[in-house]
């Protein structure tokens, strides 16, 4: 009976390795993108591409690991649920209401640590953002906030 069981989950995980979700990569350029429109100083950039963007983006770079189902199918569910919270490569499709929002949620979602998920740097331990990171990114996202007040007209209601 066991030698059964383990055949059988054996050709299962076997079978599952070719059925693989769709990559999140984009050669398209990228004309939405929140750059085009609002700066973004290279130690941000430098901590976006670090700590956000394989979730939060079109171009993730996948881990030896994401070739492994049903691994990779958990990569793809988390990433397409973190570009549905926030797409910095979609940025500027968002209503000016919308991007103040976001940017909103990033200083919130920084400051109280919720951001870089915890399950995202398990395995990338170079996302972890120090205090400094934090600081650096939340203060940017302060002035993108001042920045689209300023291109947009829109203003946000005071908490």
Sequence with gaps: MKKKIILVLTTLIIVIQFFRPAKNTS???HVNTLGKAYSIPIEVKTILEKA??????????????????????????????GKQHLNFDGFLTYTPK????????VIEMVKEKKMPLPSYTWTHSNA????????????WASTVRKE???????IPKSN
Excluded at 60 to 73: D, E, G, R
Excluded at 98 to 105: A, G, I, R, S, T
């Design 148 to 154: 689209i007040t300023y291109k947009t007209g829109f």
């Design 128 to 139: 972890k953002l120090t205090n400094e990171e934090r600081v650096v990114l939340t203060n």
């Design 52 to 81: 956000c963007n394989d979730c939060h983006s079109n171009n993730t770079i996948y881990p030896w690991y994401s070739n492994v189902q049903p691994i990779a199918w958990w990569l793809a569910s988390h990433i397409k649920e």
């Design 98 to 105: 919308k991007q103040d929002h976001k940017m909103d949620e």
């Design 27 to 29: 050669d398209a350029e």
